[in-house]
């Protein structure tokens, strides 16, 4: 799959082929033109963000288009489910979209699945009850694979040896959004977003919610890492590769508190405007339920519409308790996302 260089002429988007994705580089320029005047003017659209925080990423340029539906890959009575790409800021990424049967318009929710290793990933992974029970309920589902993973274009930062806190991901979720907007799909509702991330897709999740406050209206986070990004780094970093550079360029919160706290989407939950439905299992091994304590006190001191289920002998991956949580989460996106 190749990615593309996108240039901007006169307010339309045109689509040009360029170099494999290993060679992208972090910025492409993006001219654009005055349809009143014969002067114009260059930005960059980098593939990653130049500076890793959430004050940049929030105004950083996003450029998603060309989605694709490719092929069907499964059909029932209540939905198709379609293998789709996208382009985000240069990059082809690869997903899946159930799209429910009937007249529509359904309103969009996007998926973002927690780690999964990349060399064991396939396209759509991830959330995959999750994915069938909510286009069951009338909602358009685009469950996106992220870049590096699936059929998607490989990850620059990959080459970069360090931890962004999740935000290429963000930018992919985000630019899902953009992408289903520019597509006008007939069926599918894409001005009213719903927003749905598990473990590592909960922290892509609020670093959208907290920089781009305005593509979501409502959020569901399920068993979600922690708000402060410097917290995931620490204690996962035992498992990163042993050329990590992440402490040797980034530092520690300790000797760069300042490039930790704007990493962190803690720092701005002030931003966030939509509902938030948070879910937490008790016996979680690898999310602590502290975590998502935490969030949900500071959410509810900033006077955030929050709502916090909590459910005793869950893990990571709800069982018993699992349909409650998507009886839930459907009436949570019904309310929030109705007209």
């Not at 006008?184 to 959208?208: E, N, Q």
């Amino acid at each position: 799959m190749t990615h593309n260089r996108v240039l901007l002429v006169t307010g339309l988007l045109l689509l040009t082929a360029c170099a494999p994705a290993p060679s992208v580089p972090v910025r492409e320029a993006v001219t654009s033109s005055s349809p009143t005047s014969s002067s114009s003017s260059s930005v960059w659209i980098e593939a990653l963000p130049s500076t890793l925080s959430i004050p940049y990423f929030s105004q950083m340029t996003l450029v998603g288009t060309g989605l694709t539906l490719e092929r069907i890959i499964t059909k029932n009575s209540v939905y198709v489910q379609h293998a789709i790409h996208y382009s985000s800021n240069g990059l082809e990424i690869s997903g899946i979209l159930n799209i429910p049967e009937g007249p529509g318009p359904f309103p969009l929710l996007i998926f973002n699945h927690g780690h999964i290793s990349p060399s064991i990933y396939t396209r759509g992974r991830g959330l995959r009850r999750e994915q069938d029970y909510l286009a069951r309920e009338g909602f358009a589902v685009l469950h996106t694979d992220y870049r590096g993973h699936g059929e998607s274009d490989p990850s620059p930062m990959v080459e970069n040896k360090r931890y962004d806190g999740n935000l290429e991901y963000a930018m992919d979720s985000a630019n899902a959004i953009l992408a289903m907007r520019a597509a006008k799909i007939p069926r599918i509702d894409a001005d009213r977003v719903g927003m749905l991330g598990h473990s590592l897709g909960g922290g892509v999740t609020l670093a959208v919610l907290t920089a781009r406050p305005d593509l979501v209206f409502a959020a569901v986070l399920y068993a979600p890492v922690h708000a402060d990004v410097w917290e995931n780094f620490n204690r996962w970093r035992r498992e990163r590769e042993d050329d990590d550079r992440t402490e040797e360029i980034s530092g520690t919160k300790e000797s760069k508190p300042d490039f930790w706290r704007e990493l962190s989407p803690q720092t701005y939950l002030s931003k966030i405007q939509g509902p938030i439905l948070l879910f937490q299992g008790d016996k979680d091994k690898d999310v602590p339920k502290a975590w998502s304590d935490d969030l949900s006190l500071r959410l509810h001191s900033l006077d955030k519409d929050i709502s916090y289920v909590e459910y005793a002998g869950e893990g990571h991956e709800f069982g018993p308790q699992w349909m409650d949580f998507m009886k839930k989460t459907a009436q949570f996106f019904h309310k929030s996302l109705s007209k």
